[in-house]
């Protein structure tokens, strides 16, 4: 099998040097269409787009393969095929000032026009919106494909090394053009019947409360039947409150689709920073090294240094940034946001289907829409929540409770008896699940936050230091006789992009937020059973039977497990008494 191998590629060495042109062109075919077909997996198209697929390789057989070769034979004979450093250096400022950025203009003109079949209107906006970013996201990686291919690499072999590093760093590249797909949720508001939700506030304004002779008159929904009376065209008129529900049903429908769209883009931020800034600090420790073993003196040497310098400070300046905002956090806080508003839209639905719907609801609704807003804010300036704060606190995302008025008999079925499905046991019950939420679960996920956001500090000061370290030594290098400068410059820069990744690839702050939303979920569990169990009248507390069925499916529980749990504890209320965790959800 190793000499069946030595043998082809003995076979394609000597094609190369034969037929350089073919062989060149075949070789770029095959690499757009092994490129293309893995990033059509890594979309997620399920079905192979044959003639996407066809198109790139049309492209990198007839236009890349003969386009480097004679580029690359262009240059050599402008150069005579030197290969020293002043030359290489040469060589790679050209290329990167002709050849690719008309190669990525050129590309993604053809990809709209072509590919996709999009007017000239559209590839005109989306070059001139992309193309930028495209181009310095190139300009992070090329220059040391380029470097490597011009000093190390002999010519015939040039086009093949750089449609290889090309494949690779096609994905990156992509990331900078593509972005994500946010799929729309569709949330299905119950409908007033037979009319607009803008002709029921319409009628709501002229609404009086008064004879059945005025509504037929004020209220086109209202029909009079051929024997004079009035009725209505299906049911009931609705309330003004329902019409005000579904108002807010509207609002937070749109509060939904907001904070998916703004989380997913925090999520790109995220994704896109983090590799930018990696590529940056590893191009920059690239040059140091590159510097240090050219020979002493000359203007390659000074340009390497500056070039190492710009990009460790313009790294250590986006790291500071990302340390700040920490994106991966904001784009946790926009998703529990969504989540949220999708939980109180169901809730508001389920209202409006049980009927009859109070002021109080109306009231209730708003409140709890507005402390989700405070909770979550969508602008970054002014109003952004504290990423690195000194104290970890749970999150809060509810108004101040408020006990409810007490239900009707028939809104409950008619199981409303006696205390209202409260007794002793159920009371006693409650207090110690509150106990062990308080002792053992909260206990535990604000430890856990602590050291989580510890953590997440040390790598926030951590990244910064470590690429201003390596700035320092990329300006010593050459200029000292000792050997520290390049270890500094290189080893530092190296570290920076690990701990980079450690911090905005692992996701520390969104860990930090979702433990911190953990201890809020637990926080309003608690407030919601103190609240009714110190309230006096068991009639304007919630159904007991009801309530105990709700706790116990919050923390992931059966009923027998819920009092199991709650039977375990003594009553002498030691933190040593809980065994377990109330929830088994987290």
């Known amino acids: 099998m190793g000499s069946l191998a030595k043998k082809g590629l003995n076979n394609y060495v000597k094609q190369l040097q034969e037929n350089p042109l073919r062989t060149k062109v075949i070789t770029a075919g095959v690499v757009s269409a092994i490129s293309d077909i893995v990033s059509q997996k890594l979309s997620g198209i399920q079905k192979l787009q044959l003639k996407r697929l066809l198109l790139k390789v049309l492209f990198g057989a007839g236009y890349i393969g003969p386009f480097g070769h004679f580029f690359h034979l262009i240059l050599d004979k402008i150069f005579k095929g030197k290969r020293d450093t002043k030359t290489v250096a040469k060589k790679v400022l050209i290329e990167q000032c002709t050849s690719s950025p008309w190669n990525n203009l050129l590309f993604m003109i053809y990809y709209g026009l072509v590919v996709e079949g999009q007017p000239w209107v559209n590839v005109k906006a989306k070059v001139r919106k992309d193309y930028p970013s495209v181009?310095?996201?190139?300009?992070?990686?090329?220059?040391?494909?380029g470097w490597i291919n011009h000093k190390f690499l002999p010519l015939h072999f040039r086009v093949v090394f750089h449609s290889v590093a090309a494949f690779f760093c096609a994905r990156r590249i992509a990331d900078s053009i593509d972005v994500p797909k946010i799929k729309v949720t569709k949330i299905s508001t119950a409908r007033l019947p037979n009319r607009s939700l803008v002709a029921e506030l319409d009628y709501l304004n002229k609404y009086?409360?008064?004879?059945t002779t005025t509504h037929a008159k004020e209220d086109p929904y209202y029909k009079i039947n051929t024997n004079g009376s009035t009725t209505s065209g299906t049911s009931t008129p609705n309330s003004a409150e329902e019409v005000k529900l579904h108002l807010i049903m509207e609002?937070?429908?749109?509060?939904?689709?907001?904070?998916?769209?703004?989380?997913?883009?925090?999520d790109n931020w995220n994704r896109?920073?983090?590799?930018?800034?990696?590529?940056?600090?590893?191009?920059?420790s690239a040059m140091v090294g590159l510097a240090a073993a050219s020979p002493s003196g000359g203007a390659p040497i000074v340009a390497l240094k500056v070039s190492s310098t710009i990009l460790y400070m313009a790294a250590t300046g986006l790291i500071l940034v990302m340390n700040k905002i920490?994106?991966?956090?904001?784009?946790?806080?926009?998703?529990?946001?969504?989540?949220?508003?999708?939980?109180?839209?169901?809730?508001l639905k389920t209202r409006v289907s049980l009927g009859n719907p109070s002021e109080y609801d109306v009231d209730e609704a708003m409140e709890k829409v507005l402390a989700l807003d405070r909770a979550y804010p969508l602008p970054l300036l002014g109003s952004m929540l504290e990423k690195l704060p000194r104290t970890v606190e749970p999150a809060v995302w509810w108004p101040r409770q408020k006990q409810r008025i007490s239900p009707r008999k028939e809104e409950l079925g008619g199981k409303m008896k006696g205390k209202n499905g409260w007794d002793a046991r159920l009371e006693a019950?409650?207090?110690?699940?509150?106990?062990?939420?308080?002792?053992?679960?909260?206990a535990e996920y604000l430890k856990l936050g602590k050291q989580v956001l510890n953590f997440n500090k040390v790598l926030a000061v951590s990244g910064p230091l470590l690429s201003g370290l390596a700035a320092l030594g990329s300006c010593f290098v050459g200029s000292v006789s000792s050997s520290w400068p390049v270890m500094v410059g290189v080893i530092g820069g190296a570290l920076?992009?690990?701990?980079?990744?450690?911090?905005?690839?692992?996701?520390?702050?969104?860990?930090?937020?979702?433990?911190?939303?953990?201890?809020?979920f637990f926080k309003l569990m608690e407030e919601s059973i103190d609240l009714n169990i110190t309230e006096e009248d068991p009639h304007k507390r919630e159904n007991g039977e009801l309530f105990e069925i709700k706790v116990a499916l919050q923390l992931g529980r059966s009923l027998s497990e819920l009092r199991q749990i709650a039977a375990a504890v003594s009553s002498s209320h030691e933190e040593k008494d809980f065994e377990e965790f109330a929830s088994k959800l987290f």
Not at 135 to 145: E, G, L, M
């Open 429 to 442: 019950e409650m207090r110690k699940i509150v106990m062990i939420l308080r002792k053992k679960d909260m």
């Open 496 to 520: 920076a992009s690990v701990v980079n990744t450690f911090e905005h690839g692992g996701q520390v702050g969104m860990v930090f937020e979702m433990y911190r939303a953990n201890c809020g």
């Open 326 to 347: 920490q994106p991966s956090q904001l784009a946790e806080e926009q998703r529990n946001a969504a989540r949220l508003f999708k939980q109180l839209h169901r809730e």
């Open 208 to 211: 009086l409360p008064t004879t």
């Open 251 to 266: 609002i937070v429908a749109d509060r939904i689709e907001m904070h998916k769209n703004i989380g997913a883009q925090r």
């Open 135 to 145: 181009q310095y996201t190139a300009w992070t990686i090329s220059p040391i494909v």
């Open 272 to 284: 896109l920073l983090m590799t930018s800034v990696n590529m940056i600090t590893l191009s920059a």
